[in-house]
């Protein structure tokens, strides 16, 4: 998948370097992380809000569209997401397949079982693609707070500095695309350890 980014102006704080509004981001995120850590009692209710309040917690500060649904078809290199208009629905279709998938857990599921469950549900957010922006970060806090929900530790899917680790979650993404999760659940998998 390719990267889009929203020109530096359209941001709250008027930054214009890339780097910045790179970090501005990464500390969004990072919130959202400690948010997911600290704050919220689990198990959570799965909902299509409590994907908009992520994203919303993350981006708020950035950009005014934080938490809302995209309203076109975002570039994303040569990935061609779902017309706009058709993002609600495949998001509500999206969680009551997620709490489906859920109910069919037993009460301590595998880690296997689980990563299963986290591919799909990390795959699935990013080909809707719901947002303007910040989609795979909203995707791998969202997987997080399914793992601490089943009782593991976060799931880091790639380190931005490590090139190779980003390629391979990407072959994973696009294979993941042509119905073949394995790849995506074998990455998730191997990251799975009990909190």
Do not use: C, D, H, K
């Given at each position: 998948m390719g990267h889009y980014t929203d020109a530096p102006e359209d941001n709250l704080l008027g930054l214009t370097s890339k780097d910045e509004l790179n970090e501005q981001e990464a500390l969004g995120v990072a919130q959202v992380e400690r948010y997911l850590l600290e704050e919220i009692e689990y198990p959570v209710e799965l909902s299509v809000s409590l994907l908009q309040d992520l994203h919303r917690r993350a981006f708020q500060h950035l950009y005014d569209w934080a938490g809302q649904w995209r309203k076109q078809v975002p570039n994303v290199?040569?990935?061609?997401?779902?017309?706009?208009?058709?993002?609600p629905l495949l998001l509500y279709e999206f969680i009551d397949e997620l709490r489906h998938r859920h109910a069919l857990l037993p009460a301590e599921p595998t880690a296997e079982r689980v990563a299963a469950v986290l591919a799909y549900a990390h795959h699935r957010l990013v080909a809707i693609h719901p947002f303007v922006n910040g989609n795979g970060r909203t995707a791998r806090l969202f997987t997080?707070?399914?793992?601490?929900?089943?009782?593991?530790?976060?799931?880091?899917?790639?380190?931005r500095e490590q090139g190779e680790g980003r390629t391979q979650y990407l072959q994973a993404i696009r294979q993941a695309d042509d119905y073949h999760l394995a790849p995506l659940q074998a990455l998730i998998h191997e990251q799975l350890r009990p909190l």
């Open positions: 290199g040569a990935y061609l997401p779902p017309p706009a208009n058709q993002v997080n707070l399914l793992a601490y929900g089943y009782g593991f530790q976060e799931v880091i899917l790639y380190r």
